[in-house]
DNA sequence: CCAGTCTAGTTGTCTATACAGCTTCTTGGG
DNA sequence: CCCAAGAAGCTGTATAGACAACTAGACTGG
């Protein structure tokens, strides 16, 4: 069985691997070394530590070598992370609790968000989602009917992330909008909070690795016991 | 005068200026076209042809070259783009109205914050931003008392961060932390909304290159006026 | 007109080499 | 012990060249 893996991307593939073990500022092994270990050009192995570089895993020092890069900042806006791991995060004890999970025909706007034939259905889950123990969100997740397997999973305790790609589908980016609304009296009911109170309102459509769409959520959390921490970049537009 | 700047680096930035007044899809010159015009090797040229790739604004095929990229989707909470652009990119004719703009003492929480010394001032503007005429959001800039120079900028019909770029402080990075708000009386007033009403309220700390706090900025958005549009990728948290 | 082949051109991967400037370590002399 | 110089090693930039695989257009023959 020929191995037709580019070296270069071999090479930055157990590089990976070390950083991952490795702590912030540790040593790489530089480029002869590099060159010399896997029996390439130098050019070869530097075309792999500037693609770690450009990942941000590794910055490189003229003169002294290359180090493990120091994680970036909190980037909350940058990748999706799960409601528990941002609740933890914030120091704070996450749960949910299931309020409906069906498989439903999809309405009209569902039906073009998710790209689904005509007559078809959907995995429809709502849930409240609570850190140490308050309601914090109200949240109503669509899958396409495909998934409806879904609904077999551990909902509670299980991540729903790992059970949509258990079934093949892996979360991949997305696009969401972001506002303030009232909360209506469904939202004040599942909240515990008066109707007309402040809420972010999230909604966010996933695509998955092949730019299919995977996932329709809005999220409505209080405003008053929920935050959302961003780091940016500042573009330079002067 | 000699030029120290690297040919690949060069080559990057005409391309850049060429990629600017190009559409998605265009053709960009090939490599060897590149090398043969700038005088350089090919592999210079394709340095600068792989960080124009690296920063998504060109993509490369196989046998037939190299393109000008299509616009990254909406990052918004990527990259801190103004109020002006965002509103023009949806469609709206963005305006500002000055409330107020003024020296003053620094607050407690100023001074932690901004990292000045006791008893310092800070540069305090609070505008009215509007689109299509409408009031969007309430907005109270506050920076270092150094900066007092910004009152004498055009603070209507000027950027207020060029203005601070051209004080030799270049905004850089940035946190943030959104959530949802009633809006209060002053806020009522100053968006003609109902007292009450549900705001998207941001809270940001801008930094220049130095890691230095330039900017203590809250901005008010009326939920019914705005949204933020957020593109984001998924970890792989499994 | 259509299909197949060839040519010219592209990007992708790689080698070997060279020099510049920087950093760190070692050695020798005071 | 301290300092300076040199050596060894690093990253940064660049050259020239090679071959593989792919694409698009032109040309030729049926």
Redesign the pocket.
Known sequence: MTDFT????RIEQALRALVARSAPHDPLP????LAREH??????A??AVTNLVSAGLAY???????FVAVPAAPRRADNLVRFSDEMRRQGRTPSSRIVDAAVRPATAAETARLRLGSGASVVAISRVRLADGVPVAAEWAVFPGALAALLDADLVNGSLHAAVTALGRVPTRGTATLTAAAATRADARLLSLPAGAPLLVERRLILDEGEVPLELTESRYAGSRYHLDVAFGVSSFL
Chains 1, 2 share one sequence.
């Not at 580019?6 to 991307?9: A, D, E, V």
């Not at 490189?60 to 290359?66: I, L, M």
């Open positions: 580019p070296h270069y991307h530089s480029e002869p070394e029996g390439v050009s130098r050019m070869t530097r075309a490189r020092s003229p003169g002294r070598g290359t």
